[in-house]
């Protein structure tokens, strides 16, 4: 299944506003460029929000090894690295790993 910019966009808000309703805290929001320290998350929590993304969109562990291959810390990117590596993984097909 292709996933678009703005269907990756959604669901993460979607996760965003879930953990803010768990949380009993306010819904973040952010843009594209908006940098994953930024959010005041902890580490674990970037790799919840990316693991509640791959369980949405039924990619395995795709994500995670796509953003393992880039030459860039998961607390170094941003909001836009996230949607864009939804997007490439979803238009990739998937290795029989």
Known sequence: MAITI????????SIFEDLAED?????????????????GMESISLIYLISELQQHFELGDRLFQH???????????DMG?????????????????
Do not use: C, H, Q
């Not at 703005?6 to 808000?13: K, N």
């Not at 291959?69 to 998961?74: M, N």
């Open 6 to 13: 703005e269907t990756a966009e959604a669901a993460l808000r």
């Open 81 to 97: 690295d996230i949607l864009s590596g939804l997007v490439a993984v979803s238009a990739e097909e998937p290795s029989d790993a």
């Open 23 to 39: 949380l009993e805290a306010d819904v973040v929001e952010f843009d594209r460029d908006t940098k994953l320290l930024d959010l």
């Open 67 to 77: 953003l393992r291959e880039s030459d860039r810390l998961l607390k170094d990117m």
